[in-house]
């Protein structure tokens, strides 16, 4: 049972243009939610994340929105570099104690930026 | 900088042979500290959380016996990989949430190989 839902298994943007990276999620005790970027043979990175009581955040070339009725989310890079070019995972994590700061992860979105 | 370090980054072993992994948050203490697997083109399951003082909490489907973890001291955590048979082979990741941060930090991660 995935919980947390990335569709895309990839995604081709070129370079200057915007990538929109989706996110779907199940469990409405979710209430933070995060984006992580990974490069192969590596840990993944924070990007970054929002809170259920917010439906925007902003950081640089970074946004990511948040849908609560829809039960989705989604990442906005622009513009696009090649240096961008990872596997993007969502991630979500609930407030009560059964969750305590476990992150359930999506599947990943291989994004890769043209030049 | 890393904020966890994760030890070694890669690893091969006999089959039968055990692996131990070590991850160590470098800046701040961590009471409690996450184990995750990366099958090739997969997303990040949780194997186990790490808690400093006590047992670990396995979720469902790991065996306890065979990924031994060792939470020691509020640095350091340890999984080891008992009897490695190849099908253990994988991407091991650990990750550690800074407690005035909200996102957690994970480490280089471990390629493991049994052969």
């Known amino acids: 049972d995935q919980q947390v839902k990335q569709n895309s298994p990839s995604l081709s943007v070129q370079e200057g243009r915007i990538s929109i990276l989706n996110c779907d999620y199940t469990n409405s005790m979710f209430d933070y939610f995060l984006w992580y970027k990974k490069y192969p043979a590596e840990g993944p990175t924070f990007l970054i994340s929002?809170?259920?009581?917010?439906d925007k955040n902003e950081d640089g070339r970074f946004t990511v929105f948040l849908n609560k009725s829809a039960k989705h989310l989604s990442l906005h890079i622009v513009p696009s570099q090649p240096g961008d070019s990872a596997v993007y995972f969502c991630a979500a994590k609930g407030a009560s104690m059964e969750y305590g700061n476990k992150l359930v992860f999506g599947a990943g979105t291989i994004l890769r930026v043209k030049s | 900088g890393a904020v966890v370090s994760q030890h070694p980054s890669w690893v091969i072993c006999k089959s039968g042979t055990s692996v131990k992994i070590e991850c160590r948050s470098l800046d701040f203490q961590a009471t409690t500290m996450f184990w995750y697997r990366q099958f090739p083109k997969q997303s990040l399951m949780l194997m186990a959380t790490?808690?400093?003082?006590?047992?670990?909490?396995?979720e469902q489907g790991v065996e306890k016996d065979k990924f031994l973890i060792n939470h020691a001291s509020l640095t350091l955590s340890t999984l080891t990989v008992t009897s490695a048979h190849p099908e253990d082979s994988s991407f091991y990741i650990c990750?550690?949430?800074?407690?005035?941060?909200?996102?957690?930090?994970f480490g280089q991660g471990t390629r493991l190989t049994v052969v």
């Open positions: 790490s808690n400093e003082g006590s047992k670990a909490t396995y």
């Open positions: 929002i809170s259920s009581i917010k």
């Open positions: 990750s550690a949430p800074r407690r005035r941060d909200t996102e957690a930090f």
